[in-house]
């Protein structure tokens, strides 16, 4: 489908690098950044100690029993290398654990153990509550909106997840 030009037009408000505030990317990552931040501060705060990055990992990891790495960083949105670091930082505190995937010795598949279901149930309000204070005074149809709308964003970069 053609965009009109007028379509277009609007669209380079949205793309102009000279107002980088409008650039939905640096927006998207200016948001996720203070997110993230005030988690931590949060699950800080609370005794716990471990980052949202691992807390990601657990939180995959609770709604999906058993992950190969592969899968695991698909998931949560990061590289590899970056998994493997965390996983062997969780495994080190015994909140996760792996075990050789079949006949491929060079592939894990990684699961939360109970004390890591514990600790990411204690930290999922933590989360909660930095979330609702986030969204505080945003209408839900807007959210939705929003929601949708990064879904689409994703989906024109990623065409095979769609």
Do not use: W
């Not at 408000?13 to 993230?36: K, L, M, N």
């Amino acid at each position: 489908m053609d965009k009109s030009a007028s379509e277009t037009n609007d669209l380079r408000s949205f793309t102009c690098f000279e107002d980088y505030d409008r650039v939905p990317g640096f927006v998207v990552s200016q948001t996720a950044y203070a997110i993230r931040k005030s988690i931590a501060k949060n699950i800080k705060n609370a005794g716990f100690d471990i980052t949202p990055q691992e807390f990601a990992i657990l939180n995959r990891l609770a709604t999906h029993p058993t992950l190969n790495q592969r899968m695991l960083a698909e998931l949560t949105y990061k590289d590899r290398p970056a998994v493997t670091r965390m996983l062997t930082h969780l495994m080190s505190k015994g909140l996760v654990e792996k075990q050789i995937c079949g006949n491929d010795r060079r592939a894990y598949l990684v699961k939360l153990t109970k004390k890591g279901r514990d600790i990411r149930d204690l930290v999922v309000p933590i989360a909660q509550k930095v979330l609702h204070q986030a969204l505080d005074g945003t209408k839900i149809k807007d959210l939705e909106t929003t929601i949708k709308t990064l879904h689409k964003i994703t989906a024109n970069l990623n065409p095979k997840n769609s």
